[in-house]
């Protein structure tokens, strides 16, 4: 039966869920990969830190960040990116139930928003369990994802002159500088933590 057939049947808020689910899943699958076609391929053959400055790939993340943050702003588009460089360092795909992730952020937001960025990159979900927040102070802000299967880490921060530049950006321009940022290279975003 297809969706269309079958919206009858269903509750609004069903169906308005099922269609943002399958939107989701092909909007963050197109914007890891740059193709509609093809599922991520994590690895040696994964999208570059350069495939996120172009045009239409960017589009397809914000637009995957906004629909699990709400918007595109700021530091949920650093998470992002954070979290599309740990799959790729993890060679594991997009919803893998085989990554872990930790952010560990003080009870604000700006830090907070990390967390969303990456589960619109990684798939990760407080539902599906792989997904957890630790409490931090500002200054120890960082997000660890971990491959559950061989215990391979890899920890990643904001850069101090990022959060100097971006803290506290008047939040009627979060969502036109996210964009922004979204362009950046990955080490003027973030860095690895030992």
Request: glycine share 6%; aromatic share 6%; hydrophobic share 45%.
């Amino acid at each position: 039966m297809s969706l269309i057939s079958s919206s009858a049947m269903l509750p609004r808020t069903s169906l308005v869920a099922a269609l943002a689910s399958f939107c989701f899943a092909a909007c963050a699958t197109t914007a890891l990969t740059g193709n509609a076609t093809q599922s991520p391929t994590p690895g040696p053959n994964a999208a570059t830190a350069a495939d996120h400055r172009t045009d239409a790939p960017s589009l397809r993340g914000l637009e995957a960040i906004a629909l699990i943050h709400g918007d595109a702003g700021i530091w949920a588009v650093a998470g992002y990116r954070m979290g599309a460089y740990a799959l790729r360092a993890l060679d594991l795909p997009r919803g893998s139930f085989d990554l872990e992730v930790i952010h560990h952020t003080p009870q604000s937001v700006q830090f907070s928003c990390i967390a969303d960025g990456a589960a619109a990159a990684t798939g990760a979900s407080l539902g599906k369990l792989n997904l957890s927040l630790a409490p931090a102070t500002a200054a120890e802000t960082r997000t660890t994802y971990r491959r559950r299967s061989t215990g391979q880490t890899i920890t990643l921060r904001a850069t101090e002159a990022f959060a100097a530049r971006y803290l506290d950006v008047e939040r009627a321009r979060l969502v036109e500088v996210g964009s922004q940022v979204f362009q950046l290279p990955d080490e003027a975003i973030f860095e690895e933590v030992e």
